[in-house]
């Protein structure tokens, strides 16, 4: 499956109810079956996913340089300038596991459900150490409007996930996570090849209750035959009004068929009308 009309059914990786062996699920696919249970379902049991959208790369960029800069005060020990402004005691943690954390796709940190046999990874941006030696979970969000910044819910599960998963690994782990958000200006007269940036550091205190409760129902959802009901998601009511058209349109051309066909004399050289898939 990729973006730009390199669209592909997934042939393997789908779930098996048959297999015994533990499924692996991202933080990103529990928050797909939340948003919608239907294009959850046609992704992971039947390899249908959504098409990929194009990468965010100036998020990428900004992403992977704020990594650069705490890294700096990771390696000293320091206290970063923007915590140190938000009277915030805390450090860039080191540990030899940091950058697997980091590999959402290749590696993450992992932790294997036994009530479902899901296993469920994620990939953290950042995390710091308290005084009290608890881990802070961190995330980087990158925007450019003049409106307040929003904590999405999306965003709040993210960073909530990530500390389900570190306490399961036996970590201990603070009830508020940070975002570190940077917010784009416009204000300037002219791009000169450069944006400037104000960078906020906004709090959120995590609720985890909800994440086995919603494992347990995603496992349900993959054990079942039946294709959930469509979603309010932006995508189901497009393969709906897609699909609907298209099978009239198909009707419509066997109609005509079945006239012309029955007007004419029996021609071998008539083609068919195209099937839909």
Excluded at 135 to 140: A, K, M, N, P, T
Excluded at 184 to 206: H, M, N, Q, R, W
Aim: glycine fraction near 6%.
């Amino acid at each position: 499956m990729g973006f730009g009309g390199n669209y592909r059914v997934r042939e393997r990786g789908q779930f098996d109810p048959a297999s015994k062996e533990p499924y692996r699920i991202s933080r990103s696919k529990i928050d797909l079956f939340l948003e919608c249970p239907r294009c959850f379902y046609l992704d992971q049991r039947l390899g249908i996913g959504r098409p990929d959208m194009p990468a965010f790369s100036l998020n990428n960029a900004v992403d992977t340089l704020l990594k650069k800069e705490f890294d700096v005060y990771r390696v000293k020990g320091n206290l970063h300038p923007l915590l140190k402004s938000y009277g915030l005691s805390a450090v860039p943690l080191k540990h030899k596991d940091l950058e697997k954390w980091r590999e959402a796709r290749r590696a993450g940190i992992e932790y294997l459900h036994k009530g479902t046999n899901l296993s469920v990874r994620g990939g953290i941006d950042d995390i710091w150490e308290g005084k009290d030696g608890k881990l802070i979970i961190v995330d980087y969000k990158a925007t450019s409007k003049k409106s307040e910044l929003t904590l999405y819910d999306s965003y709040k599960r993210q960073v909530e996930v990530y500390q389900w998963l570190f306490r399961k690994n036996d970590f201990p782990v603070s009830d508020t996570a940070y975002f570190v958000y940077v917010n784009a200006s416009t204000d300037a007269e002219a791009f000169d090849a450069k944006l400037e940036f104000k960078v906020e550091l906004i709090p959120y205190t995590g609720d985890t209750s909800w994440i086995e409760p919603a494992l347990h129902n995603i496992k349900k959802c993959l054990l079942s035959e039946e294709i959930p009901p469509k979603g309010e998601c932006d995508y189901c009511p497009y393969r709906e009004a897609a699909g609907k058209a298209l099978l009239a349109r198909n009707e419509g051309s066997k109609k005509k068929t079945g006239r012309s066909t029955r007007a004419r004399k029996k021609d071998d050289s008539y083609e068919k009308t195209p099937s839909l898939f």
